[in-house]
């Protein structure tokens, strides 16, 4: 019940294309959602996080889209660049403690 | 301002010797985390402080694991007996409560184990 589940494992997509990454939990007690970029060597940096009171939130170019009844959320990166490739983790915390329970990550690559 | 900072960047043990891994959080952090990361996974929960005191240390993964933050800042991980199993890369993070906060990540210790 405290897995996060995440798909695709790697993702290879042209600069301008639109990758999703898509996560899944169990544990309704769940209330914050954030997800993580990751660089060879670097630890992992906040991209976007949202709450269960709100469908969707944009930060730039990357968006979360959240379904509360289907325990579902995903990340959207509009017109991706060659920056952007990285590994790409979303997370879950709540209830009665702040850890973070990881997904298991994507490697996303975007090519020129 | 300064971030999180982890020493040393890299360590090699041999099998059986003890280790320590300091973590420096972002000043005025109450909250301090870490993880372990393993290759191609993402980070897994060990243990966090409010303050002083363990709040949650369900992640340790047996009595080998100790973790300390005497003074309610720096943390040090420690690791007895060291097995070739803990090989991995131990992330420290950092946040202003304790309350569902942002997570700041350093660079992580990568420990290897001969």
């Known amino acids: 019940q405290q897995q996060v589940k995440q798909s695709p494992q790697s993702l290879i997509v042209q600069k301008g294309g639109i990758p999703i990454i898509n996560c899944a939990y169990e544990n309704t007690a769940f209330d914050y959602f954030p997800w993580y970029q990751q660089f060879p060597g670097k630890g992992p940096a906040l991209l976007i996080a949202i709450r269960p009171d709100v469908s969707e939130k944009k930060e730039g170019r990357f968006t979360i889209s959240f379904n509360k009844s289907a325990k579902q959320f995903s990340l959207h990166i509009m017109d991706s660049q060659p920056g952007d490739s990285a590994t790409y983790f979303c997370a879950a915390s709540g209830g009665n403690t702040d850890k973070l329970i990881f997904g298991t990550g994507t490697r996303l690559q975007v090519f020129p | 301002g300064a971030g999180v900072s982890q020493t040393p960047s890299n360590k090699v043990t041999e099998k059986g010797k003890y280790v320590e891994l300091r973590c420096d959080p972002i000043?005025?952090?109450?909250?301090l985390y870490w993880y372990r990361q393993s290759l191609g996974q993402g980070p897994e929960f060990l243990i966090y402080?409010?303050?002083?005191?363990?709040?949650?240390d369900s992640g340790l993964p047996n009595d080998r694991f100790f973790a300390v933050r005497p003074e309610g800042s720096v943390s040090t991980l420690k690791i007895q007996r060291t097995e070739r199993g803990d090989s991995a890369v131990y992330l420290c993070a950092s946040s202003l409560s304790y309350v569902a906060d942002t997570q700041y990540f350093g660079p992580g210790t990568r420990l290897t184990v001969l």
């Open positions: 402080f409010q303050g002083t005191g363990a709040a949650d």
């Open positions: 000043s005025g952090h109450t909250a």
